[in-house]
T-cell receptor
Framework: IAGITQAPTSQILAAGRRMTLRCTQD?????MYWYRQDLGLGLRLIHY???????GKGEVPDGYSVSRANTDDFPLTLASAVPSQTSVYFC????????????FGPGTRLTVL | GQNIDQPTEMTATEGAIVQINCTYQ??????LFWYQQHAGEAPTFLSY????GLEEKGRFSSFLSRSKGYSYLLLKELQMKDSASYLC??????????FGAGTTVTVRA
């Protein structure tokens, strides 16, 4: 089934641990995004990639890193998790940065204790 | 970042009409989007406005006034399944999306 997938669905993590959230799309979209969603704050952009091989910082990039080695995959890494990174993380993709619609993955619920 | 304001909550009766307003301030403008998000699910795209005026899609319509930094989403003939959060998002001059905090709409029988 074409679309965008994320793994894991949910995770409980001890503070200080390293964690990688996975995002894969099979729609051959050039642009991909990572957002976090917190109650009362809405979706906030963490990092983005306009095309394979390039990445950029969004509104809240501190404590996160990304890579875009190919078109399909856009992993998000927390090098040393902290409780304030407890959130729901959504990956999204779009054919190009000028496209009308962003397609969202199902999300990863992360709890850092 | 951008400044995007929308009401926190709205309640309406099944079959009625509800209008969700969104005001924004942005550096550069490349479109305004509305997304629907049911509890525990991912956002799904509803509408896109880049020029002033009204865009209609079935029971949903979206309006944009760029000079006023204002948009609204109009939901007609409300159904119980329309109970959800509605997110206003603005794409800036760098083609990045900024989202408002969302408006939770509750439809009552």
């Amino acid at each position: 089934i074409a679309g965008i997938t994320q793994a894991p669905t949910s995770q409980i993590l001890a503070a200080g641990r390293r964690m990688t959230l996975r995002c894969t799309q099979d729609m051959r979209h050039n642009a991909m995004y990572w957002y976090r969603q917190d109650l009362g704050l809405g979706l906030r952009l963490i990092h983005y990639s306009n095309t394979a091989g390039t990445t950029g910082k969004g509104e809240v990039p501190d404590g996160y890193s990304v890579s875009r080695a190919n078109t399909d995959d856009f992993p998000l890494t927390l090098a040393s998790a902290v409780p304030s990174q407890t959130s729901v993380y959504f990956c999204a993709s779009t054919p190009s940065v000028e496209s009308d619609e962003q397609f969202f993955g199902p999300g990863t619920r992360l709890t850092v204790l | 970042g951008q400044n995007i304001d929308q009401p926190t909550e709205m309640t309406a009766t099944e079959g009625a009409i509800v209008q969700i307003n969104c005001t924004y301030q942005t550096s550069g403008f490349n479109g305004l989007f509305w997304y629907q998000q049911h509890a525990g699910e991912a956002p799904t795209f509803l509408s896109y406005n880049v020029l002033d005026g009204l865009e209609e899609k079935g029971r949903f319509s979206s309006f944009l006034s760029r000079s006023k930094g204002y948009s609204y989403l109009l939901l007609k003939e409300l159904q119980m399944k329309d109970s959800a959060s509605y997110l206003c998002a603005v794409r800036d001059g760098d083609y990045k999306l900024s989202f408002g905090a969302g408006t939770t709409v509750t439809v009552r029988a």
